[in-house]
């Protein structure tokens, strides 16, 4: 079991950033490999980078060399630095723990033109 809680989302204007933060609560054993993933409006959820404890990480590659995904495993928590930020970024943005199917409520990020 585990808790998810997704933060940092907001409005932002095209070509700006902004860092997303999930905390995670619960068995360790679920924390292995986490994501983000998102959905567009009219979209299906989609992943968007993933990290494993050990560190390496996977991008799609709409985001590649714009987004950074990292952990902090002494806090339980997972970040994606997203730059660059265009339109087509906007959508609900939520964490993943894949070991266990968790996931959290999302938070909306929308970017304006």
């Known amino acids: 079991q585990v808790q998810l809680a997704e933060s940092g989302g907001g409005l932002v204007q095209a070509g700006g950033s902004m860092r997303l933060s999930c905390a995670a609560a619960?068995?360790?054993?679920?924390?292995?490999?986490m994501a983000w993933y998102r959905q567009a409006p009219g979209k299906e959820r989609a992943l968007v980078a993933a990290?494993?404890?050990?560190?390496?990480?996977y991008y799609t590659h709409s985001v590649t060399g714009r987004f950074t995904i990292s952990r902090d495993n002494a806090k339980s928590t997972v970040y994606l630095q997203m730059n660059s930020l265009n339109p087509e970024d906007t959508a609900v943005y939520y964490c993943?723990?894949?070991?266990?199917?968790?996931w959290g409520k999302g938070t909306l990020v929308t970017v304006s033109s």
């Open positions: 993943h723990a894949e070991a266990c199917a968790g």
């Open positions: 619960g068995d360790a054993d679920c924390l292995s490999t």
């Open positions: 990290i494993h404890s050990g560190g390496s990480t």
